[in-house]
């Protein structure tokens, strides 16, 4: 808390390992565009067993810094045969 009884947040740098980085698709930015406000730019692929929270949350690669949006899609790890079982849409951030 600071002086004024506000509470203060630091942000500490994760790594996460086999995360795939994907452009967006053309359709895809145009839609997130209208229901968002946001443009994608980026899908950010998480791999099965991952327990971070990806909502609204910095992430950092290829030397920029990206801001998480939208609805997260986790789908059923049976039923997806590879690595990755999350989707996660990034914005740019100047």
Do not use: C
Not at 35 to 63: E, M, N, Q, S
Not at 74 to 91: F, G, M, T, Y
Request: charged share 25%; hydrophobic share 45%.
């Amino acid at each position: 808390m600071d002086e004024f009884g506000v509470a203060e947040y630091s942000e500490t740098p994760v790594e996460v390992e086999g995360v795939l980085v994907a452009p967006t698709a053309d359709d895809a930015i145009v839609t997130d565009l209208q229901l968002y406000g946001k443009r994608a730019v980026y899908d950010l692929y998480i791999p099965k067993g991952d327990t971070h929270t990806w909502a609204d949350v910095k992430v950092a690669f290829f030397g920029q810094t990206f801001r998480t949006f939208g609805a997260n899609q986790k789908w059923v790890d049976a039923n997806v045969p590879l690595k990755w079982n999350r989707r996660v849409r990034v914005e740019r951030l100047v």
